[in-house]
């Protein structure tokens, strides 16, 4: 009997003396300090222990560590070993993973820079040229954008061809594109497309040739980029004489007659359109425009000749259930919407309605027929209401596993601590709610907001479900600056807040779009390249300053003054504003735009419920 008290004894000490090792990346770190000091040799010195005694640790077999090694090899100027490490520094983020259209990682941009760099230095000019010329791309990426920069200014050096490109791009000269050839000249047309420049594209494509000769491939984007730019009357004139076969160009020609509020002429094309992958698309428009003019049944037929569900029909074909007062379709769809997208930002009007329609409460559809800024206010606070609390675990296991990450944390390194959470090391289970808000309160802790709103997005779906997981999702990070600014300016905090949430995703290195920091201040605005407007306080303040000046501008009303901040006054010209300042969601055309304003306007419904 004494032994097995004596057993069960060592197995509770055991198990309360359980605890994650993190030594190795504490060693890691320490070489990578020592390189930053510049005591190169010192840093060797501990990368090599660490080699030695950790090979299971993930940094190191997830190669994320051999760049690191490469890159201290280089300081030393022992540049054969550099190249030997570099070459075997194949990191992929799990960000990277997660991308729906794979373009090269910010991880691959550094190592390739720098294995040019090497190359260079040892005379091979050949070989850094290649590696040189993969950072020059047609498509946008600010995380790239100071590497192509370097890159181009290199180049240039060896083919005048990247002087030009280095103006076309970051000094707007597009006075030199004459000199360039066409491949180049339609690889600039697929970056500024991705950058939102239209007019540029339309200069370039114009520059190119006339509209009669372009394929096409190019035709369409050359269509696209004047609708983007709201010059309908343009692209009407253009298609008069198209080919009826042409299913891309008839389906641009409606959209032109929908922008221009032509239903009419918009739902007769829209009809003509053969193409497969297209038709889908103009029976989704021809059934937004129906719904616009208020025929419901119409709306619906149209709809359900789509083959391929998506969000957005899904969530249309609700509205239109609403709006039948069809209590038996709209059960039946809301029970499919609700397990598919719980993060859609209509999910607590249709909550509503459901509960009312199941309670047989009076009137259960009335709350549908407000403008979207009321009763997104109303029906956010109602839906928070309606959820249920998440039982957040305690337990040993938890607290060892949050000292652990914690401790990385300290290290004030965000890769380490992104590389803990990926790793098997740690028994996370990143499926479960319980692990998720353990590695989120792991980097908020950290003080790594930007990281910790880009995990929010891959837990999005499964956080709202809970009433006291939201502030996960919408966070009040930077709280002293906020609040500093919001006193000063006597702006409401949710409207900081919802712009930090939109702009930048809380990331005060964010250069995004021609916008720089947490609050995406207009880079027109700053006068030289003034690295003061990434701080966060700075940022804060004078993005807050311009807050004012447009709510004052509009009188308090909150959703103009987000929209007008965000897309500035030519956009809110466009739109159908009520006298109260609020917007009817359906008399927006491009139906990307319509989901963005509806994010904005939920996003501050959020904040106000939550925190207020």
């Not at 640790?57 to 560590?65: D, G, H, R």
């Not at 707007?172 to 180049?184: A, E, F, G, I, P």
């Not at 900081?496 to 995004?512: L, P």
Request: charge should be positive; hydrophobic fraction near 35%; glycine fraction near 2%.
């Amino acid at each position: 009997m004494k032994f097995i008290y004596m057993f069960m004894f060592l197995i509770g000490v055991g198990i309360n003396s359980f605890s994650y090792n993190v030594d190795d990346y504490i060693f890691f770190n320490k070489a990578l300090v020592e390189n930053k000091k510049g005591d190169y040799k010192k840093s060797l010195f501990f990368y090599e222990i660490y080699q030695n005694n950790f090979s299971y640790s993930y940094p190191l077999t997830s190669n994320y560590a051999k760049y690191y090694i490469a890159k201290n090899y280089m300081d030393m100027k022992k540049y054969d070993e550099a190249l030997l490490f570099f070459s075997r520094a194949v990191y992929v983020p799990e960000s990277y993973v997660k991308q729906e259209f794979k373009k090269t990682n910010y991880f691959q941009y550094r190592r390739d820079y720098l294995v040019a760099e090497i190359y260079l230095k040892k005379n091979s000019k050949e070989e850094a040229y290649e590696y040189l010329t993969r950072l020059v791309t047609n498509y946008y990426d600010p995380e790239l954008e100071p590497y192509e920069k370097k890159a181009l200014t290199i180049l240039q050096k060896s083919n005048i061809k990247y002087r030009y490109i280095y103006e076309i791009k970051y000094q707007d000269n597009l006075s030199v594109l004459k000199k360039l050839d066409k491949s180049t000249q339609l690889e600039l047309v697929n970056y500024f497309y991705e950058k939102k420049e239209y007019e540029k594209v339309v200069f370039i494509l114009e520059k190119m040739s006339s509209y009669d000769e372009k394929p096409l491939e190019l035709k369409v984007r050359y269509l696209e980029s004047l609708l983007k730019l709201d010059e309908n009357k343009k692209v009407l004139e253009l298609t008069k004489a198209m080919p009826e076969n042409e299913g891309k160009l008839v389906f641009l020609r409606a959209l032109a007659y929908e922008q221009s509020k032509d239903y009419s002429r918009a739902i007769f094309n829209y009809e003509k359109v053969q193409d497969i992958e297209l038709e889908n698309r103009a029976n989704f428009r021809i059934g937004r425009i129906y719904y616009k003019i208020e025929e419901y049944i119409k709306a619906r037929t149209f709809l359900d000749k789509t083959t391929r569900k998506n969000e957005y029909i899904d969530s249309l074909l609700l509205d239109i259930y609403i709006k039948l007062e069809n209590k038996k379709k709209f059960i039946f769809y809301y029970e499919e919407f609700k397990n598919k997208y719980p993060e859609n930002p209509k999910m607590g009007l249709y909550y509503m309605v459901y509960t009312k329609l199941i309670n047989g409460a009076r009137d259960p559809w009335k709350m549908a027929n407000y403008n979207v800024f009321f009763a997104s206010n109303y029906v956010v606070r109602n839906y928070i209401e309606s959820l249920e609390e998440f039982n957040i675990k305690n337990s040993y296991k938890e607290g060892v596993l949050k000292e652990a990450l914690t401790q990385i944390g300290e290290l004030k390194n965000p890769e380490l601590l992104d590389l803990a959470v990926q790793s098997s090391n740690f028994d996370l289970d990143s499926e479960t709610t319980q692990d998720k808000v353990t590695i989120m309160n792991s980097f908020i802790v950290s003080g790594f907001y930007k990281e910790s709103f880009k995990k929010m997005q891959y837990y999005k779906k499964d956080f709202y479900r809970y009433k006291n997981l939201l502030h996960y999702v919408y966070p009040k990070y930077y709280r002293e600056e906020v609040q500093k600014a919001r006193q000063k300016y006597l702006l409401p905090q949710s409207l900081i807040y919802t712009i930090m949430y939109i702009e930048s995703g809380f990331d005060n290195e964010n250069n995004k779009f021609e916008r720089v920091g947490l609050m995406g201040i207009p880079k027109h605005l700053i006068k030289e390249d003034d690295e003061r407007y990434y701080n966060p306080e700075k940022n804060i303040e004078i993005g807050t300053s311009l807050l004012k000046k447009i709510y004052d501008k509009n009188n308090g009303m909150v959703l103009k003054t987000l929209i007008e901040y965000i897309y500035g006054p030519k956009v809110i010209k466009s739109l159908n504003f009520e006298l109260d300042g609020d917007l009817k969601l359906e008399t927006i055309v491009d139906e990307r735009f319509q989901k963005d304003v509806e994010e904005i306007v939920y996003t501050y419904a959020f904040y106000s419920a939550i925190y207020n």
